[in-house]
């Protein structure tokens, strides 16, 4: 079982840059795949980045790409998200989740595969 805990949220203008962190701790972080969601007040969460067991394979929504970079370190049992030119509409709270993959080369979008979550990180845009 893997216990997630994220960091780097706030407050930042828009055009801003923020580098989110997820630390695992429990189950050492090679054995899931990772993904980044983010959920506004009032909508559905929304996948946002994921990255393979390997690291290899990477994937985002169509909103983030160019934008956003997921990257993990298995040594040190974390997984980045940073984030550049952020807009207002992408204020929401920010979550990391783990995937038991079965193969070290998947990355999956819908919530519902991920079985591990942290608590989330404010990330909160100006105009």
């Known amino acids: 079982q893997a216990q997630l805990v994220e960091s780097g949220g706030g407050l930042v203008q828009a055009g801003g840059s923020l580098r989110l962190s997820c630390a695992a701790s429990g189950r050492t972080l090679s054995t899931y795949a990772m993904g980044w969601f983010r959920q506004a007040p009032g909508k559905e969460r929304e996948f946002v980045a994921g990255?393979?067991?390997?690291?290899?394979?990477?994937y985002y929504a169509d909103s983030v790409k160019g934008r956003f970079s997921i990257s993990r370190d298995n040594a040190e049992n974390t997984v980045y998200l940073q984030m550049n030119s952020l807009k207002p509409g992408e204020t929401a709270v920010y979550y990391c989740?783990?995937?038991?993959?079965?193969?070290?080369?998947?990355?999956?979008?819908?919530?519902?595969?991920?079985?591990?979550w942290g608590p989330g990180t404010q990330v909160t845009v100006s105009s």
């Open positions: 989740a783990a995937d038991l993959a079965p193969s070290p080369f998947m990355v999956e979008s819908d919530f519902l595969k991920y079985e591990y």
């Open positions: 990255i393979s067991r390997s690291g290899g394979v990477t």
